[in-house]
């Protein structure tokens, strides 16, 4: 083990982006700062709020850009009509044993999809985060090359933007264009696994906040559990936190769904303030 604590961020959507940064703001404010992790390792909605963590921004900032009407980004959801067509494939794919198969039905959608100009979708997520450059401190971004079909890393040492690498993270197959980077093309790590938690392997102490863990329909070894199990049979303790019940109540239905952003924010803090002392207590 080299690395004592690891922070990893799950996918989730908006309302996965609101109820982190009430979770994380909630623990702060009880005390718990979950800043001091040696890694940390964001998935799509994660994504953003790790490389917004590491930005060096206050705590209240990050909760408040995600709580208050004035500083939420202005960001178009994705039309009804994409979503409808997205849902009515994507259970069966995610739920797909064979990984090269589950990746090679992910790619048409992923690359064919009626989504938003790339532009635009860079701009959204360029105004997400307040710093656009990699943070000195470990951060680490995961994406899946589609062309490959295989879930890919980036971290400061890559040569990529961070906007282009956070894009590309949260790049929904089918909602959200694909990002292209160095000739190649990405989508959402989250199509691998909700948090990708195995890639904190090897560290001592790891901490999972998980907004789709226990809901996601993940084949068998990808799931947040398997995943969990995996961790500590190398060694690892490990500590997974999923939203609890007025929390996955406020996340709704649709983790799309700007309307939930705010109520999301505000479970996650409640439950950020609940949990702080067995949190601490792990965390330490």
């Not at 705590?59 to 009407?69: G, N």
């Not at 990746?103 to 532009?119: F, S």
Request: proline share 8%.
């Amino acid at each position: 083990m080299t690395a004592r604590k690891a922070l990893v961020l799950g996918g989730g959507g908006i309302a996965g982006l609101g109820w982190l940064a009430g979770l994380i703001h909630g623990l702060h404010e009880m005390g718990v700062d979950l800043r001091d992790a040696d890694r940390l390792i964001g998935t799509s909605a994660g994504s953003a709020i790790a490389a917004q963590l590491r930005s060096g921004q206050p705590i209240t900032t990050l909760y408040a850009r995600q709580s208050e009407p004035a500083l939420v980004a202005d960001e178009p959801p994705p039309s009804m009509e994409v979503m409808a067509e997205m849902m009515a494939v994507y259970p069966a794919i995610m739920a797909m044993t064979d990984e090269a198969g589950r990746m090679a039905a992910m790619a048409p959608m992923a690359l064919n999809a009626k989504t938003v100009d790339p532009a635009v979708r860079h701009a959204m997520i360029a105004r997400r985060l307040p710093s656009h450059d990699w943070p000195v401190t470990p951060l680490e971004i995961a994406a899946i090359d589609v062309a490959a079909g295989k879930l890919v890393c980036f971290d400061r040492s890559s040569g990529v933007d961070l906007v282009d690498a956070v894009a590309a993270s949260c790049a929904v197959p089918g909602i959200w264009p694909v990002v292209t980077i160095r000739g190649c093309t990405y989508t959402d790590g989250g199509f691998y696994s909700s948090d990708n938690a195995h890639l904190a392997a090897g560290t001592g102490r790891v901490l999972i906040a998980s907004p789709l863990g226990g809901i996601s329909p993940y084949p068998p070894g990808y799931r947040l559990t398997d995943q969990v199990a995996a961790l500590e049979a190398a060694g690892s303790t490990v500590m997974a936190i999923c939203p609890d019940t007025p929390a996955r109540r406020a996340m709704g239905a649709n983790p799309l769904d700007p309307a939930v952003r705010i109520p999301s924010a505000i479970a996650g803090r409640a439950q950020g303030h609940a949990m702080a002392a067995e949190i601490a207590q792990f965390w330490r």
